[in-house]
């Protein structure tokens, strides 16, 4: 893991996002790379200066850009990291995957204030691409985190598509040290019968390794009352869970269960891409 992505909007979330990507990369050596992404209505990127001056409303807004910029490469910087930065302009955020492959960047990380975060960072539907396509692990975080004492919290059905996903988040929890606890939530509703579910957890425990701290199934009256249930006995807990690209649907329950908890629960979280 050589690159981190770090998305910002500024925001005081961003700004935690920023100093866990910080403490991320001293810790595995990697480099960062922050990207502010903006709407201008001109297209900036291939006018030239002398026509940039006419525009100095944009121009006061890029600027500001830079140096709010400038500022999170300093604050790498003084911690020994090689970092940049770049700025996206309209369309930039909509080829975010392309961008990421570009760049080689092997974790994503990026704020959330609960509802907002993610909607202020991308306009429309773009917000959802970050989590729904991201082929690389993104962090969502929510308040200062320690990664001194992190604790991922896996919470899934652990069927078989979702082990080549959680192989990359137990490449990232070995780096940084982190336990990985293997967590089902029991809704009460029809499908797998718990004893499946333990079963299918043994092939995980298996690939978690070292990291494997333990298993354990939550009853809860839905997901995200179970995960909090947990999480709030678990100092430095991050909620980790795999979701499908195309649809943003976990296979916990329909509909988009990874954005429902980065909207509902003060808990970090990853995402992964199956």
């Known amino acids: 893991m050589k690159k981190i992505l770090v998305l910002t909007d500024f925001s005081d979330s961003a700004q935690n996002a920023a100093q866990m990507a910080v403490q991320i990369a001293k810790k595995i050596n990697a480099e960062i ?18 026509n940039k001056a006419i525009y100095t409303d944009v121009k006061e807004k890029v600027n500001n850009i830079h140096g709010e910029l400038n500022a999170l490469v300093k604050l790498a910087d003084q911690e020994g990291i090689e970092a940049k930065h770049s700025v996206g302009f309209n369309k930039d955020t909509t080829h975010l995957n392309e961008y990421m492959e570009k760049n080689e960047i092997d974790l994503v990380v990026m704020g959330s ?22 082929e690389v692990p993104v962090l969502i ?53 718990i004893w499946q579910v333990e079963k299918n957890m043994q092939a995980f425990v298996s690939a978690a390794g070292e990291q494997f701290a333990d298993t354990f199934v939550v009853h809860a009256f839905n997901v995200e009352e179970g995960v909090d249930k947990y999480c709030e006995k678990k100092e430095g807990a991050i909620i980790c869970m795999a979701t499908h690209g195309r649809t943003g649907i976990s296979r916990l329950i329909k509909g988009s269960l990874t954005e429902q908890l980065v909207k509902h629960l003060d808990v970090s979280l990853i995402s992964l891409h199956i």
């Open 33 to 50: 790379l922050f990207l502010h992404c903006t709407e201008v209505p001109i297209d900036w990127l291939t006018m030239t200066e002398g």
């Open 113 to 134: 204030t609960g509802a907002y975060g993610l909607k202020e960072l991308f306009s429309g539907s773009n917000s959802q691409q970050v989590v729904r396509h991201s």
């Open 141 to 193: 975080i929510k308040e200062p985190l320690d990664i001194s004492n992190m604790q991922i919290v896996f919470v899934s059905d652990f069927e078989a598509e979702i082990l080549p996903p959680f192989k990359k988040m137990v490449t990232l929890a070995k780096a940084l040290d982190a336990k990985i606890h293997l967590i089902h939530v029991d809704i009460g509703e029809f499908g797998m019968h």
